[in-house]
């Protein structure tokens, strides 16, 4: 019987090993890429300042016309229950105050509406998360829109004697 032979080394290549001959270019440096910690900042030239909160946008189209593309403010600011009947209410208070309620809100006193839109905020410090206040703006408009009280006031304007509704206008007597 022929004498076995052991192999050399542990592993028996079958097949020459691939030689592979590949060229590099130099690499290339490139910058870090920009952070803020690897920044220097001048202090005097780049105050600091927090990053202004977000606000909350209005949506789009009218308040409470859902069939014209409208929204609904009390879906739309999804607010419990008591939050809302609370604002609400502080507008009710406040717009008997100092509103006229016979007159809508683009025809109502300018330091007026100021005036309630900045009691409100004062009362309610959330209100500040919307932008340009839309919704002091549309309580009040809602309030003063109101139907059924613009008919009672016309009632009550009505009820009064006649001798007031008589009596002849500033602008007559001011052409005499």
């Not at 202090?43 to 927090?50: G, Q």
């Not at 419990?80 to 007159?103: F, N, Q």
Request: aromatic share 10%; proline share 12%.
């Amino acid at each position: 019987m022929p004498k076995a032979t052991t192999p050399r080394h542990p592993f028996q290549h079958h097949f020459s090993p691939y030689v592979l001959n590949a060229v590099f270019g130099p690499e290339k440096r490139f910058p870090p890429p920009n952070h803020p910690l690897r920044q220097v900042y001048d202090a005097e030239t780049t105050p600091w300042s927090p990053p202004a909160p977000s606000l909350i946008p209005r949506p789009s189209g009218p308040t409470g016309r859902l069939s014209r593309g409208g929204f609904s403010l009390h879906q739309e600011l999804k607010w419990d229950e008591s939050r809302y009947e609370a604002v609400k209410s502080i507008v009710k208070g406040l717009s008997e105050e100092h509103l006229r309620p016979d007159l809508s809100y683009t025809l109502q006193d300018e330091p007026s509406l100021q005036q309630v839109c900045e009691a409100l905020l004062d009362c309610f410090s959330f209100l500040h998360g919307y932008e340009k206040d839309w919704v002091v703006e549309e309580f009040i408009k809602a309030k003063l829109h109101n139907p059924k009280e613009i008919k009672s006031k016309n009632k009550e304007n009505e009820a009064k004697p006649a001798s007031l509704s008589s009596r002849p206008s500033r602008a007559t007597q001011v052409s005499k």
